[in-house]
Nanobody, 121 residues
Framework: VQLQAFGGGLVQAGGSLRLSCAAS????????VGWFRQAPGKEREFVAT????????SIADSVKGRFTISRDNAKNTVYLQMNSLKPENTATYYC???????????????WGQGTLVTVSS
């Protein structure tokens, strides 16, 4: 499966963005999908994940209550809605997918190219 993440951009602190992860090649409904981010000079970190059925999700404590993950399998797309953004949320956000993964943190087999989110203060 091929993944493409988009929707990043420049936003002021307190604003919102919705990232999309679009899949092609195979039915996306068969994959667990995760979002990760990597800020300059820092390690990649987990943000959120959603299981194949779309019911079970996990959100990192650092963004819980502000970020939500959802999916539309008919559109082969997973979304990351980010509200109340903070400057420390600035990072390149990546989506990843795996067909059999039980551990929400990974390792994921397939990765998209990333989309940059910049939050200004």
């Amino acid at each position: 499966v091929q993944l493409q993440a988009f929707g990043g951009g420049l936003v002021q602190a307190g604003g919102s963005l919705r990232l999309s992860c679009a899949a092609s090649g195979r039915p996306f409904s068969n994959y667990r999908v995760g979002w990760f981010r990597q800020a300059p000079g820092k390690e990649r970190e987990f943000v959120a994940t959603i299981r194949r059925g779309g019911i079970s999700t996990s959100i990192a404590d650092s963004v819980k209550g502000r970020f939500t993950i959802s999916r539309d399998n008919a559109k082969n797309t997973v979304y990351l809605q980010m509200n109340s953004l903070k400057p420390e949320n600035t990072a390149t956000y990546y989506c990843a997918a795996d067909p059999i993964l039980a551990n929400p943190l990974g390792p994921y087999q397939y990765w998209g190219q990333g989309t940059l989110v910049t939050v200004s203060s």
